[in-house]
């Protein structure tokens, strides 16, 4: 995910010097839910990396931390807590052989998860001394970092959920990060059917403004969209059932090539962390393994997956362009929705009317590819230094998931994985040609 | 590459019973192009392969063979001569475990080249009894058959010559595949420009019409794009050498992240084929090796270094669209260009004026994501069965090369390769912003 | 290395009913001596595996446990404490796939290293009763069981610490696991010579009898050996210091030519853990970076290493034959030698006269591949079931190492390790022909 | 398998001046012997290479000219041929990524086979004219290097064999090598018994003498041998049946531990070219597809299925020693046996009294690890630099296959190869201990 950002939130009363600003409780607020969220975990626990592509719980804790010193202290002055630790929670460096420092941070017992405890509280200390010090004339830019460190965190706290749930999947006791129900169900999940929208000569993305974004948001600017139809709701467990029993799995002829030989040579049956057993589908969550309903929303699916069902349903996945001009004109709340906060921890069944789910339950893949925005341009400074260098081989996702906080996305944003990653909380949302 | 089309050509003067059909000159004059190209090759060269994503010579004139006798002959009650052979030379067949025989072409010594030879002459034969002997009504659906065929068969000659290349190149000896001087060195090349453009609601693809055509040049749509600047011609290696000895192969901050990557793992330093000898770069072709001159056009690199190039020039690659409405705004002729034909099989130095090097010498990667323009639909039957299946992890190239045949492409035309891939004829043409 | 035996130690007074045999005194012993070593370690610490060769301190402190359980109390009617742990420690369960669980022992966050302690307690109270309870018909078989799982578990100590070492290494703080000096350097280490020793018709391994030994050390048999010549003393860092400045790992000559590939495709030139820095060779041990001595052993190097080195030094290495004869014939004590519970945990220079370092410092690799001796025989039961299974491709190293128990060797001690070993600390002993 | 050595063979009448030796004629014959083996096949089919362990037909027959021109005609003052072929054809030359050249021999299509027969008879011109005019001085060296050379060139006859084996085999359509019919069945295969052999100490190997050797055949040496029995036969196909319809592939007890990684990484469950079609065992040959008779000798299995299948049938493989003290013992003719010349290209039912199929049929895997006798020397000069470089990883096997040229196997002959190799016309001679 982009990990940079300007954020300038709610601050219209806040600059008399000598009251709090308002972006101190959202500093204090932020980085207090990444201890709650790591909270259930053993110091062994957050020790645990289950693959390169993720990170141990208390590698997230630090690297966030590691970030404000960075940006927000060292440009002021502030000399570092632990100069040592820079290579250890910096993932911005790059030299020959990254990788290999990045498949190792599951080795980093030490610092322990204690003293990474007292570093986050240190470092904290350390912001609200400077917030509470500056001037006027230095507020403005100093909550435009925290903002950005405050989203990055945010995104960070996404991920330390779906990496200690991939950590605890590798343990045969299959032991849960806390105890969990399945979510409600709401009885009038529904039949899907499909939302007309207006195509046409439409804007997405954001022009310059003081919300806060990510930079690949922007720049705001023209698309051409014909006319479509959009799924009112994800795409479902009995769905995935369906596109299963129907050995969807095996007719290469509902692929895309290259997901085909991906299926096959990851052996690839069923969403990632469930298996089938006879007719029930049963996954492994964060509250352990439990049956999931045919209502709830699929999820922990790839995009090769993604799309071979969309085939398979005699439709297609929506662009991104279409997706937010979907939220545009739907006026979807962004904050309305199942997100972290809500402490399901998993997709749970539609029950509204219209198109629902936009936002929260599970990342929608498109069939973008993830490429600059026209008129991209990356920001000044170290911060915005790798701010395109993901734009290749990505596909972009929409709209947030349970496990996202509520508040971090909007209809702008934009998510971004490789095709074949599973391990994040990512479904389906059909698509058809308006004519139809 | 795409494979499935329906082509009809130049067909004006044909349909009277008892003459001959101008697409019977057309169908003998490709198959013949083909067995030209492989006659300098001996039975032992035309059996090797270099790497999965190539294929012997002999393949390639057996495919196209089985192309015809499976989508022309046999769907009209005629037998294939060679039916244990549909195995070996039908790429089209999926199954478990298909890139374990894609692997293995290179161990086809039988059948040999020769009687791949008698089985392209009986089939041939076969061919042409069949369009003579066509009543009215069936020749416009034979000849679309051939017209596709034998587009089919182009794009062969031209991965013929670049998989053997790559194949003389693995021996010590580096033997030419023939006689071949350097390319002329046009006076005229000079100092790159570029050339504004206007952007607008602008339209790019195929409608349906009687032309030949990909069906991913299908639909005609619409799109907007910002006014922007297009370089005057392609990068050439002196521009390269100012990149690489700027250290730009190994400067993170001019690359995609998937790109560095893939350049530390693989030791990318230059294009392939190419090594640097002091201030020369010596390049291996199908001449053998030799240097190249400095305004000679840049060849066989990825996608990833032609990003990291266009930054280093503070500039960035063209998508496909503007790549398409440039071609259109400035009327280039899809005829005029350094093509197979004229023999040069290397590019060479631009000399002309306005936007030139459009066709020929070099594919352009653009920055576009190979994905189905809005509406596209799959054609019906066996050939057309696979048609979107690539349309993911690709990046669309334009313009063709050196080594395509003159006729074979258009402003429409959309080739499209992984961004790692260097083995084709991939050159660099550089696009900016149109305000700049 | 082997895992099975049958002790029977020092047990002439202890059978009177009520009296406390000594066996009970040797089994708390040896059970307290692993959680010393486990003591300087967090529970992080204790979570980490480094490869897939490892495994986590608290995984060797559980499974050394269960054994107890599986081998001593089940057999007894004596349930496990956790039946669902089985497969999370027992290391002898083969299935498809059984390396997947090898290399996710690094995932155990549960149970915890609290908890294992808790489990290694319940059971040695449950050992002790059913020491103490046992009949004299009973306490013979429960005492050879008894002396297996000690034998056992002496081998895990010694895994535990080369394991450790591993994985604090893979942490680029170095930290240590726990403060260390360097070895005091013994004066009178000298100039290599060899001691000259008789062949002819001799006996090595263990007829049936009454002390412990693994079964790989039975039966005792008659080998011939021609007249040899010995080192008096391990090779040493300076002496590999004059291999490596001479370009030893760049001369193929020297090398066995899969020893040669090898170091090629893992770049080594260096023991494993050391680095060349000028004239200094700098190693990280267990108490962290420091150069080592020139009068050093030299350890941490592969069998390939070895037997270059040798060749370099116009010498070989021993057979185990020749190894067992020359311990027997200089009447070397095995419990004299440099050993874990002296504490330098690093090898230390010779200072002895005749034939020095036989048991302790390092494992001496041998030129005798891994093999059953004459009339080998597999044990019955469940213990005994895999015995030979590792006979193939690895070599045999005899002597121990200053991390083995003291006690735990004798001369006909087989220990054995593929040939691209290098994390246990293994030196290099030479031998010559008999008459030059 | 070992490449050097100095044969000097039945030269009794040969050095009047002016007579033919008798080696010339040794010499044409087998030089012969290399072509007529390659005369079945196409300047395509000698192209091929299925492996990195393999070699193109036509790369066989260079090198092995290569051989008399660096190492006979080149010390002479005989300048090579074509000195720009070192590269291709040289097997000795050790460099930073050999292995690199040595999986791209199946891209040498120049130069072509026709180029290579040339080669062949210039350089045969060239030591036949060597060998007429040399003086009586240098007639020994010279017949010693060029029986070096003839050995040399046997053992690449069979190579030729088992490599082209291999790559027709990768051919969908399973061409024939040549038109062959099954062996003949001999009625009096028999139930498998075991023979007594005497043990004690025992010589093997060969002491210096003018019978030629390769040099780890020396020095004789002794070795205490304990008494055992030794199969009257090889195992057969109806044998492995028993073994697999037991499940003996899945069974892990019945394997070393290395070896049932193997089987499971490599989805092993039959031997190499064969598959189970119901109750037959069909196996591609030199001759095609064929079912196997139940009495033929099992081949094409690895020392790990060897082992395993001895294991099953209660019994093991014999010591290197075992097998020679056997051969020695019985006083089997080494040339009478299935050898190449009786051109069944498969190993035949044992129909003889005592121990049988010594010789000839299939190699026989010993559980000897490949290792230096002791005392053994590596012979001086660039022949000889290589000697012991393969003594490690490897098993000796006995005895020659019907893939050997008659004459070319000794008691004393040791063959090797790593114990996962399938390619090869290997099979299972079993042994017991002597008491049972």
Redo the contacts between chains.
């Keep these: 995910m982009g990990h940079h950002a300007e954020r300038v939130t709610e601050r219209t009363n806040r600059a008399v010097k000598g009251t709090t600003p308002a972006s101190l409780a959202e500093f204090l607020r932020v980085r207090a839910a990444t201890e709650a969220l790591a909270a259930p975990l053993?110091?062994?626990?957050?020790?645990?990396q289950?693959a390169p592509e993720c990170s141990p719980t208390k590698w997230h804790r630090a690297h966030t931390t590691w970030f404000f010193e960075t940006f927000l202290l060292a440009p002021r002055g502030i000399a570092p807590l632990h100069p040592?630790w820079a290579?250890?929670f910096n993932s911005y460096y790059?030299a020959?052989?990254p990788?290999g420092?990045r498949t190792?941070r599951?080795?980093?017992?030490?610092p322990?998860?204690a003293e990474i405890g007292e570093y986050r509280r240190a470092v904290d200390g350390r912001v609200v001394r400077l917030l509470e010090s500056a001037g006027d004339d230095e507020l403005s830019e100093i909550e435009g970092v925290i903002a950005l460190g405050l989203a990055h965190e945010e995104q960070h706290q996404e991920l330390l959920l779906t990496d200690i749930r991939w950590?605890?999947h590798?343990?045969?006791?299959l032991?849960a990060y806390r105890q969990l129900g399945a979510p409600p169900h709401d009885a009038r999940a529904s039949k899907l059917s499909f939302q007309m929208l207006e195509g046409g000569?439409r804007e997405i993305g954001l022009s310059e403004g003081t919300e806060f974004r990510f930079d690949n948001e922007e720049p705001r600017?023209?698309?051409?969209v014909?006319p479509f139809a959009l799924g009112r709701r994800l795409v479902t467990v009995g769905e995935w059932k369906a596109f299963a029993d129907a050995g969807g799995y095996d007719d290469?002829?509902l692929?895309?090539?290259?997901?085909?030989?991906w299926a096959?040579a990851n052996d690839v049956h069923a969403p990632m962390y469930a298996t089938r057993d006879g007719g029930a589908l049963v996954s492994f969550g964060l509250g352990g393994a439990r049956e999931l309903h045919d209502d709830e929303p699929l999820a922990n699916v790839s995009?090769?997956e993604a799309?071979a069902i969309a085939r398979f349903m005699d439709a297609r996945l929506p662009t991104e362009a279409e997706w937010e001009v979907a939220a545009l004109t739907t006026n979807a709340d962004p904050r309305a929705g199942n997100f972290v906060g809500d402490d399901l921890l998993s997709p749970r069944s539609a029950g509204g009317e219209g198109v629902t789910q936009l936002y929260g339950d599970a990342w929608e893949w498109t069939?973008?590819?993830y490429?600059?925005y026209?008129?991209f341009r990356t920001r000044a400074g170290a911060v915005g230094?790798?701010n395109?260098?993901?734009?290749?081989?990505q596909l972009v996702l929409r709209g947030g998931s349970c496990l996202t906080p509520r508040g971090h996305v909007r209809a702008s944003y934009r998510n971004f994985w490789h095709?074949h990653t599973r391990f994040q909380t990512t479904g389906v949302r059909l698509a058809r040609?308006g004519d139809r």
Tied chains: 1, 2, 3, 4.
């Design positions: 053993s110091a062994e626990d957050q020790t645990l289950a040592e290579t250890l790059v020959v052989g990788r420092a190792k599951g080795m980093l017992s030490r322990s998860s950590a605890l590798d343990n045969p006791l032991p000569l600017h023209s698309v051409f014909e290469a002829l692929w895309l090539s290259d997901g085909f030989d096959r995009f090769y799309d069939s973008s590819a490429a600059p026209p008129g230094e790798y395109g260098k993901f734009m290749v081989n095709p040609a």
